[in-house]
C-alpha cells in the first residue's frame, strides 16, 4: 500500500491554519486519488464512487483538502463579536459563502465554479449536473481541477452568484466539524475567548468529492481530518465496483430514528440493506413488540442528556432487561 503520511502533513501556511484559499492554489501532491472512480449506475441513487477493484480494510480510498473554507479565526472572531446573536454555524456558512464567490471572481478559469455546480441535492439521475460538457475527468471536476473549462454554462454561471443555490449546495454538501460539534465549540470557545481558534483547525469546508458519497447505514468508509486535508479510508472489504457509501448520521441510532434524521434532513429515505433488513424484522415483529422497541431504543438513544438526568444503574438494568425481553420474542 501506498505511504501517504506526506500528503496529510503539509508545511503550515498560516498559523497552522487556512487561509481560505481554494484548490487551484494548492499543491498536486496534497491530493491522492487512489483505487476509485465516480459512477452513475451501480450506485444507491444519482451519482456515487465505486472500487475500481477489490479493497482491503484501511486501505486509503483518497486524500484532497478542500476547493474552499471558511477561516475559522475568522469565525471565532465575528462569533465573539456578535454577543449572542448569531451562532457559530450561521457565522460559518456567511464565511464560506464569501470565500465560495471570491474564488469563483479569482479563478483563472472557472474550474473552481464547476466543482461546487457538480454538487446537487437531488437523487435523480436526470438531474444530476452534466459534466461531459467539460474537457476533464470528473474526478478533476470534483477537485476544482480541471483546466478544461473556459467558460461556464449560462445557467450555471448565474447559479454560480446566486447566494440561495450556494447556501442550498452548502447546506447539503459541506462537511462542518463532524465530532467536533458546533455546540461543543461554543463550549471550548466561551471557556477560552482569546483571539486564537484553540485546538480546532476547520470548521466547514467544500470538498465535492466526498459529497459525492452515497449514504449507507452499514458504511465501508470513514474519513479523518488533519487540519483541512481529508483522507478517506476503507473500514471493511470492498469488492471491485462496489459503492463506497458513509453514514451521513450517527449510524449507531436505532433504525425510526435514522429514518426521520435521513428524511428531515437529506430529503429521501435510507434503503440500504441494514435497513431493509432491519425494517422486515420491525415489519413481522407484533405491534406492540415493534412498539416496545421502538420506545425503548429511543430511551437509550437520548442525546445531550446532563449527568443528573442520567437513570440510576438499578434502572438502566431494568429498561436493558425490557429491551431484551422484547428482542427474544418469537415475532422476531
Same mark, same amino acid.
Given at each position: ?5 506526506h ?59 478542500? !476547493?474552499?473554507?471558511?477561516?475559522i ?18 457565522i ?8 465560495? *464567490? ?35 475527468? !470528473?474526478?478533476?471536476i470534483?477537485?476544482? *481541477? ?16 446566486? *447566494? ?55 458504511c ?21 465496483g ?15 430514528t ?12 435510507? *434503503? ?38 442520567l ?20 415475532s422476531?
Amino acid at each position: 500500500m501506498r505511504d501517504i503520511s506526506h500528503l496529510l502533513f503539509q508545511p503550515a501556511t498560516r498559523g497552522g491554519r487556512s487561509t481560505g484559499a481554494n484548490l487551484s492554489s494548492t499543491s498536486d501532491d496534497t491530493v491522492y486519488i487512489g483505487a476509485v472512480e465516480v459512477a452513475e449506475s451501480g450506485v444507491v441513487h444519482g451519482r456515487g464512487l465505486i472500487a475500481t477493484r477489490d479493497i482491503k480494510p484501511g486501505e486509503c480510498l483518497f486524500v484532497t483538502p478542500p !476547493t474552499v473554507s471558511a477561516n475559522i479565526d475568522e469565525v471565532k472572531r465575528l462569533w465573539a463579536g456578535c454577543n449572542g446573536k448569531r451562532s457559530i454555524e450561521e457565522i460559518a456558512e456567511a464565511s464560506l459563502l464569501k470565500n465560495m *464567490k471570491r474564488s469563483i471572481k479569482q479563478a483563472e478559469d472557472k474550474s473552481v465554479a464547476a466543482s461546487f455546480m457538480s454538487l446537487t441535492s437531488v437523487h435523480n439521475v436526470e438531474d444530476i449536473p452534466d459534466l461531459k460538457q467539460f474537457d476533464g475527468s !470528473t474526478i478533476d471536476i470534483l477537485l476544482g *481541477k480541471c483546466q478544461g473549462i473556459a467558460e461556464l454554462t449560462a445557467s450555471d454561471a448565474k447559479r454560480a452568484n446566486d *447566494k440561495d443555490v450556494l447556501l442550498r449546495i452548502v447546506r447539503h454538501n459541506a462537511f462542518g466539524p463532524d465530532y467536533h460539534n458546533y455546540a461543543r465549540i461554543e463550549e471550548t470557545w466561551t471557556a477560552s475567548p482569546s483571539a486564537d481558534a484553540g485546538p480546532y483547525s476547520r470548521i466547514l469546508g467544500m470538498y465535492p468529492l466526498a459529497a459525492i458519497i452515497n449514504h449507507s447505514c452499514a458504511c465501508n468508509a470513514i474519513r479523518v481530518f488533519a487540519g483541512e486535508v481529508m483522507a478517506v479510508h476503507a473500514n471493511a472489504p470492498i469488492k471491485r465496483g462496489e459503492e463506497i457509501g458513509w453514514s451521513y448520521i450517527p449510524a449507531t441510532q436505532p433504525y425510526y430514528t435514522r429514518q426521520e434524521q435521513i428524511s428531515g434532513k437529506f430529503g429521501f429515505q435510507c *434503503k440500504c440493506r441494514r435497513c431493509l433488513l432491519e425494517m422486515e424484522a420491525l415489519d413481522a415483529a407484533a405491534p406492540e413488540v415493534s412498539d416496545g422497541l421502538k420506545a425503548a431504543l429511543d430511551t437509550f438513544n437520548v442525546t445531550n442528556i446532563s449527568t443528573e438526568m442520567l437513570p440510576s444503574s438499578s434502572a438502566f438494568d431494568e429498561q436493558l432487561q425490557s429491551l431484551e425481553t422484547l428482542l427474544s420474542h418469537s415475532s422476531l
